[in-house]
């Protein structure tokens, strides 16, 4: 469904998803995300809901992540496995003690509440696509838009429903391979707001002020690829394992009980390395063309991987970031082609060659999770 939000001023519509792309200008757009400014419509996105006494254990039972404790307020991200522990969903999810709100890419709804409505068996759970009536809007925190979300969020229990990002630390329970002194996500303070659909046009309505400024997709993709974020729509596949994309950091608990695809994960983390690892690429010579997702990456002659995502960042310029081989060196002087215009491409790496094989390393200590209400 088109979203009310395409008659702001400059909006130039997504195609094919029904939100805006961008509003003219996506660096000042990117800037305004960062300092709370700007609010960008997320409303192409799928939200899935799960009710009942046992909704929490059944969950904790079939996906990645422990979430039989996981408390009203609380957020969180999990990943539904295959048996071979490829990825085949992911969902940010936050419960308010009576639902349990799980967020998903684009349209996968449809086909993850089918998945889900097979697995209730005796369960006393219910499963429901709330897409029609519930989207989602993202903003980043302590800031206007944070406010003008508030004002009209979904408030079922007398408390905002809003997802607070936990890439920007490795949740208890997980592993971060890449090894960075300082992780980029480390001040990504990103948190989605749900919103019944029929108060979109009062949000509209306050977006026409001065205070908050619309933002539109192409800003908000840059900022998550200098933040090395995964996401199941860009750097999933049908092969995809979590371990490849450093999502052990905050959508992997390495400890909870059994569930789909478990042995995978812990064979490829304890004994094995995955087979592929994500970089992040600062592209030279590409002001004029982006290589677009699936354009493949070369070392040399040899095609050694893809690109996933990619964008032009208001600082470090035209970035993006590729699935390669493993074996490939971390200094490796990696090209992309687009439209006969060959571009170099250096590797950052964010999952190193010897990722996994960890059994009997020491483990460092990590941080909790760290969760705000909403102003």
């Not at 070392?299 to 074996?327: M, P, Q």
Request: charged content about 20%.
């Amino acid at each position: 469904m088109r979203s009310p939000l395409l008659g702001l001023p400059a909006s130039v519509e997504s195609i094919g998803l029904g939100v805006a792309a961008s509003y003219g200008n996506p660096f000042t757009e990117q800037r305004d995300l960062l300092s709370g400014s700007a609010v960008v419509d997320l409303s192409h996105r799928g939200v899935v809901t799960v009710t009942g006494p046992d909704r929490l254990s059944w969950l904790d039972s079939l996906l990645s992540q422990d979430l039989r404790s996981l408390k009203p307020g609380d957020s969180t991200e999990a990943l539904l496995l295959d048996p071979q522990g490829h990825i085949e969903h992911a969902m940010r999810i936050m419960d308010d003690g009576v639902t349990t709100w799980l967020l998903v890419d684009e349209d996968r709804s449809v086909s993850l509440v089918k998945w889900l409505d097979r697995m209730r068996f005796m369960k006393q759970v219910e499963v429901a696509d709330a897409s029609d009536a519930v989207a989602t809007f993202g903003c980043f925190d302590s800031g206007s838009a944070f406010s003008a979300l508030g004002a009209v969020a979904l408030s079922p229990q007398g408390a905002a429903l809003v997802w607070a990002d936990p890439w920007n630390h490795v949740s208890a329970g997980g592993w971060q391979y890449a090894d960075a002194a300082e992780h980029p996500a480390g001040e990504w303070n990103y948190r989605e707001v749900l919103v019944a659909r029929e108060r979109m046009p009062e949000l509209v309505l306050s977006m026409k002020g001065a205070e908050t400024a619309p933002a539109g997709l192409i800003a908000l993709d840059a900022l998550r690829i200098a933040a090395w974020r995964p996401r199941i729509v860009t750097e999933g596949d049908a092969t995809a394992l979590p371990h490849e994309t450093d999502w052990l950091r905050s959508a992997v608990h390495l400890n909870k009980g059994c569930y789909r695809g478990q042995e995978t994960v812990a064979k490829v983390h304890n004994l094995g390395h995955p087979p592929r690892r994500l970089v992040f690429l600062t592209l030279d010579g590409s002001d004029a063309v982006l290589p677009e997702a699936g354009t493949p990456v070369f070392f040399g002659e040899t095609e050694v991987g893809r690109i996933t995502s990619s964008g032009r960042h208001f600082e470090e310029g035209a970035v993006a970031l590729a699935i390669i081989k493993r074996s490939v060196a971390p200094d490796a002087e990696l090209v992309v082609n687009v439209d006969a215009v060959e571009i170099a491409a250096a590797q950052i790496v964010i999952v190193p060659t010897d990722a996994g094989r960890v059994a009997n390393v020491p483990r460092m200590p990590r941080l909790g999770k760290v969760t705000r209400p909403i102003a």
